[in-house]
């Protein structure tokens, strides 16, 4: 199973930019799909992004694309998470999630296994 750690939450005015680092250890992190998710206070843990273990592609929901990057390093252990164009609505925790490749669907948090903490995130209007 991987560990994981996530930095990089803040306070930010609302038009502006954010990267969330997610560093993993572990024997699998290479071979691990990597997904962000957030979760905002009495709403369900949401889909952000995923990136397979080779980053050869990126998926993103709706309410992020175009504005958030999901993108990896392996050789660093670590997946970000850049954000741009900050909203008010993007206030939430965000926590990274690993995965087993090919094990259920990337957007669904049930198929992740393993999570970090969290670090929040607050956009003020």
């Known amino acids: 199973q991987v560990q994981l750690v996530e930095s990089g939450g803040g306070l930010v005015q609302a038009g502006g930019s954010l990267r969330l680092s997610c560093a993993a250890s572990?024997?699998?992190?290479?071979?691990?799909?990597m997904g962000w998710f957030r979760q905002a206070p009495g709403k369900e843990r949401e889909f952000l992004a995923a990136?397979?273990?080779?980053?050869?592609?990126?998926y993103y929901s709706d309410s992020v694309k175009g504005r958030f990057t999901i993108s990896r390093d392996n050789a660093k252990n670590t997946v970000y998470l850049q954000m741009n164009s900050l909203k008010p609505e993007d206030t939430a925790v965000y926590y990274c999630a690993a995965k087993a490749p090919f094990y259920g669907d990337f957007y669904s948090k049930n198929a992740y296994n393993s999570w970090g903490q969290g670090t929040q995130v607050t956009v003020s209007s």
């Open positions: 990136i397979p273990w080779n980053g050869g592609s990126t």
């Open positions: 572990g024997r699998t992190f290479s071979s691990s799909t």
